[in-house]
């Protein structure tokens, strides 16, 4: 669901699952706002997960997320975190560079009205894990249960983005990864559920430790 600005580059342009052209719309597809419709503008970059991938990622994860603090890192659309505040997280932060993606954000926060449990930040993705990892070091409290990594699809994964996320993480927790090849991972990571639509690939991972 990523957009690109300050260092974030665009998407392979021979992807088999493509974003929109224009403002476009997309559905959350479970939990209390089923089938409620989002909007999100036409950015360079941003590409919404498409249906079928995020009905098999809550497959993985179950439907009901009740109490779970997520981070959606690459927010973009934000139909990743708004899906988890739909199947009861407690708390969602929403990371996202581009101003007018933010404000589209903020939009369809206003639309959904999540009663304060949706906080969006508009901030580096990598300047973000180095603030709040090294403010929440030592808070479980403010520790992630579930965090979603959906990057431009042309730059890969930042490995230093898998390096500072340990420092936000709860005991257990999963991490959602979303990538145009079948990504490296650096080590102290493993694959728990992996698959494939088109030419996107996605993957639930968890800390080798876990």
């Not at 036409?42 to 098999?56: G, Y």
């Not at 906080?119 to 070091?137: T, V």
């Not at 579930?146 to 990057?151: A, E, Q, S």
Request: charge should be neutral.
């Amino acid at each position: 669901m990523s957009s690109s600005a300050g260092g974030r580059t665009g998407s392979k342009p021979n992807l088999a699952i493509r974003r929109p052209v224009g403002r476009g719309t997309l559905r959350i597809i479970g939990g209390v706002w089923r089938r409620r419709r989002i909007a999100f503008p036409d950015a360079p970059d941003l590409r919404p997960t498409p249906d079928r991938v995020r009905e098999t990622l809550f497959n993985w994860l179950g439907q009901e997320l009740d109490g779970y603090r997520c981070l959606d890192l690459y927010a973009g659309s934000g139909a990743l975190g708004l899906e988890a505040l739909s199947r009861g997280a407690s708390h969602v932060i929403m990371v996202e560079y581009n101003p007018m993606v933010v404000r589209a954000l903020e939009s369809n926060a206003a639309l959904l009205q999540p009663t304060g449990r949706l906080e969006i930040i508009r901030a580096d993705a990598i300047e973000f894990l180095r603030l709040h990892g090294g403010a929440s070091s030592s808070s479980e409290e403010e520790r992630f249960d579930l965090v979603f990594l959906d990057p431009p699809f042309e730059n890969g994964v930042p490995h230093e983005v898998l390096e500072l996320l340990p420092a936000c993480l709860a005991a257990g927790a999963r991490v959602y990864l979303e990538s145009g090849c079948k990504p490296e991972l650096p080590a102290g990571w493993h694959v728990e559920k992996s698959s494939r639509a088109g030419q996107v690939y996605f993957q639930l991972l968890r800390l080798d430790s876990e």
